[in-house]
């Protein structure tokens, strides 16, 4: 999805690249614009390309627009490459890669009553998203490390254990070091993700267990906050794909956790 910060459809591929690179700049931190177009016969496009390798996530990016009314059609696309090597989430890095080949896109208003593009239809295309597990290890201690020092414990050391379970199914355990004062524990935080043929993941069995002094404060402080997302979906993907089927959805666990997923146009 590209919101275009304008209320009327860019005139020409020149046009169209410099309002999606500005949409863009308002989201990412870049040090150049990230967008290639390619034209044929506008709106017939040869190829969009793409590119945010380096790119910045804010702290608080901006929401995500909610559209009003039906999407029409826009632009036909021959190639669609989008996607970016570390791309900086917090302290974690993300690789992002989506193709795809016989492209329509199509323009929706949001709320603002601005140009919102859309994939609506391609004929065959693939999406893949991966991080690295000590990334993970360190947004996980990130956000263990701020909701425990609240309660005046300290956590000094994560590690994260993934195993998978089937194609689509992962189970977790993150071993966790809390300290308070002179005294420390050790923490066991354990869990499943599952995830669905739309690409949203669910999060269920989510506990906290632990040995030491200090264990169930610790997990006292964390336990709240994992039944918030205990039984949660949470969208990995927030395009609209119109007529696009996504398929083979799969999670592959190694040194890096990936998605993937192909996709095409139902017939």
Known sequence: ??????????????????AIN???RAVFALARDPVEVRDLSYPHLAAINVSLN???????PPAIASLVGE?????????????????????????????????????????????????HNAAQGRIEASVSKSDLEALIAEVAKTEAGKHGVNIDSVELSLRSQSPRSLAAEVRL???????????????QLDLDEALNARLSGLDCTGDGAIAS????????????????????????LGEVRLRDVRLAVGERLSVSAEFGSSS
């Open 1 to 18: 999805m590209f919101p275009l910060n304008a209320t009327t459809l860019p005139a020409t591929a020149p046009d169209l690249a410099y």
């Open 177 to 191: 070091r809390a300290k308070k004062l002179f005294l420390s524990a050790s923490l066991r935080i354990t869990g």
């Open 22 to 24: 500005h949409s863009l």
């Open 71 to 119: 999407p029409a059609p826009a632009l036909t696309v021959g190639s669609f490459n989008a996607g970016g090597r570390g791309i900086s989430i917090g302290p974690a890095a993300l690789d992002f890669a989506l193709t795809a080949t016989g492209v329509e896109l199509y323009q929706a208003k949001d709320q603002a009553n601005q140009i919102v593009l859309l994939l």
């Open 217 to 240: 404060v610790a997990c006292g402080v964390l336990k709240p906050h994992l039944e918030k997302l205990n039984g949660r979906q949470f969208p990995l993907m927030s395009l609209p």
């Open 54 to 60: 380096g790119a910045k996530l804010p702290d608080r």
